[in-house]
C-alpha cells in the first residue's frame, strides 16, 4: 500500500508536511514539437461523491470558466488493463483565440483520491493521440 504521508516521484520522495496533501501534477513530454503531452495530475472527491458526480462537477466548472467550452463525449474508460474503470472526456476550449482539443481520463483511488490523465494540443486529436492515451493508461501499475 502507497505511503501517503510521502510525495513520491521519479527521483525520490520527500516528507508532506502536517496538513499538505500531494497534488503534483507529471508531464510527458515527446522531445518534439508535434507529438502531444500527457499531463497526470491528482485531485480529491468531496465527502460521499462519487466519480460521475465528480466529472458532472469539473464539467460544470470548466464550462463556467473556458471561453468556447464544448464538450464532445464522456466514455467508460480502463486504467491498468481492467484494474479500475473510470470516465474518458473528449472536449474542447479556446485559449488566445485558439481551439484546444483535450482527452481527459479519471479514475477514482482508494480513500477518495482522484488521479487525471490529459492530453490536449491545438489541433484536433487523431486517433494516434488516442493511441497514445491508451497506451498510458493499460500501462498503470498500482504503487
Do not use: H
Not at 495530475?41 to 466548472?61: F, I
Request: proline share 4%; with cysteine; charged share 25%.
Amino acid at each position: 500500500m502507497p505511503d501517503f504521508s510521502r510525495c513520491a516521484f521519479t527521483e525520490g520522495s520527500v516528507a508532506l508536511p502536517e496538513d499538505y496533501v500531494d497534488r503534483t501534477v507529471n508531464v510527458l513530454l515527446a522531445g518534439d514539437e508535434v507529438s502531444p503531452s500527457v499531463n497526470i495530475s491528482r485531485d480529491a472527491l468531496q465527502p460521499a461523491e462519487a466519480l460521475d458526480g465528480y466529472v458532472s462537477r469539473q464539467l460544470e466548472v470548466l464550462g463556467q470558466s473556458l471561453k468556447g467550452w464544448a464538450l464532445k463525449s464522456r466514455e467508460p474508460a480502463m486504467l491498468g488493463g481492467d484494474l479500475l474503470t473510470g470516465e474518458w472526456v473528449r472536449a474542447s476550449y479556446l485559449r488566445d483565440g485558439k481551439r484546444i482539443w483535450q482527452s481527459q481520463a479519471v479514475f477514482a483511488l482508494a480513500e477518495g483520491r482522484v488521479l487525471v490523465f490529459t492530453l490536449a494540443m491545438a489541433r484536433k486529436l487523431t486517433p494516434q493521440d488516442d493511441a497514445l492515451l491508451l497506451q498510458v493508461l493499460s500501462s498503470y501499475r498500482a504503487a
